[in-house]
């Protein structure tokens, strides 16, 4: 049997850290949106984790296998980098964990908590496996690991013609976050009640950009995004760029922003959070 994991990346909008003492009860609140531009991986079985044909994340993999006694990795493949802000270490450690957890038969929502503590002790994410374990236009009420910390979806009305957009831009989780200002905290909180006042996507992006504006340099993306038609709104986590577009200039930006030597791939949001699928095709 091949098994295959499916996870929605997550490009958080607003997101507010809160550390404690325990790994489990660590995260962040916020919001974010989950997309259909999902990490593919596969199971292998060597003590590994690779994404595009290249290792990553190796301390967090050999301790998977240790804490487990298996030797089990994941060959992961995605339109994105590692390190850009759509979630991918999270979806890779998702990943591992679920293969190697299902392989000695201990309850999956084990593998979602394992994940999320490699996640907190390595500094490479706070709440992104809650939300890629939701899917959708997901709210973080209570940080934390699933069954721990709390999310919710936010019902979406109609389907949303995302462009998503990878600029290149190097920076790691833990400095990002070493950067966040108190100020910053308190404006968060105030921009993420009001987005959950409203529930209203066109209030998410407005809040998340301005909320972003203070850790980002969105100079090159007003640079990038002149001319162009067709953008109702758009944020920037990282390195990650999401464009909310009318439907009918899709094809036209994606064009434009390749043009530019930009990776620009369609999405939507995904209706659903990570899966598991057993590959074997029947005789």
């Given amino acids: 049997m091949t098994v295959k994991i499916y996870v929605p990346l997550h490009i958080s909008g607003i997101w507010i850290p809160h550390y404690t003492s325990s790994l489990l009860e660590t995260g962040s609140k916020g919001i974010g949106l989950t997309v ?26 050999l301790e998977t296998c240790r804490d487990l006694g298996v030797n089990i990795g994941v060959r992961g493949n995605s339109h994105f980098n590692l390190g850009s802000g759509f979630g991918l270490s999270a979806a890779l450690l998702i990943s591992q964990s679920l293969v190697a957890y299902n392989a000695i038969g201990k309850p999956l929502l084990r593998a979602l908590q394992h994940a999320h503590v490699l996640e907190v002790k390595y500094r490479t994410g ?13 709210v973080r009420v209570k ?9 919710y979806k936010v019902p979406v009305k109609s389907r949303v013609d995302l462009v998503l957009v990878e600029l290149g831009i190097g920076e790691s989780t833990s400095q ?37 504006s203070r850790l980002f340099d969105y100079s090159r993306v007003r640079e990038i995004l002149r001319d162009l038609r067709g953008i109702i709104d758009y944020y920037l ?11 009918e200039f899709i094809d036209e930006l994606i064009s434009n922003l390749r043009a530019r030597g930009l990776k620009a791939h369609y999405s939507t949001i995904s209706l659903i959070g990570v899966h598991i699928v057993d590959s074997t095709k029947p005789p």
């Fill in 36 to 61: 259909t531009s999902y990490l593919v991986a596969e199971e292998t079985f060597s003590c590994s984790i690779t994404l595009n044909n290249r290792e990553v994340l190796v301390e967090q993999a």
């Fill in 126 to 138: 706070l709440g992104d496996v809650i939300a890629e374990y939701m899917g959708g236009f997901v």
């Fill in 237 to 247: 986590k990282k390195s990650a760029l999401v464009i909310w577009v009318e439907k």
């Fill in 176 to 212: 990002m976050l070493s950067r966040m200002s108190r100020e910053l905290l308190v404006e968060g909180e105030k921009l993420l009640e009001r987005v959950l006042e409203t529930q209203d996507l066109e209030v998410f992006f407005e809040s998340s950009r301005l909320f972003t």
């Fill in 143 to 151: 940080p934390g690991a699933p069954g721990i910390g709390v999310a």
